[in-house]
């Protein structure tokens, strides 16, 4: 039987931890910061846990964990 192959997109979208958590950036930013506030801003700069554990379990199938 062939190798599991690491899911590149996910591989740079995702990170677990040693716990086996999976950890995500959160989403909106990219773009169009003038307007939002430095605190929204920051919030942007911390990472997410993924909660739903079915989720958290098909990401580490596609790492290859």
Known sequence: M????TNKTYRK??????N??????RAGNA???AHKSA???RRYDQK???TN??????????LGL
């Open 31 to 33: 773009k169009l910061k």
């Open 13 to 18: 979208r995702f990170k677990v931890t040693k």
């Open 2 to 5: 062939p190798k599991l192959r």
């Open 53 to 62: 554990p079915n989720q958290a379990k098909h990401i580490k199938k596609e």
């Open 20 to 25: 086996g958590k999976v950890i995500r950036l």
């Open 48 to 50: 997410v846990t993924i």
């Open 39 to 41: 605190r929204t801003k």
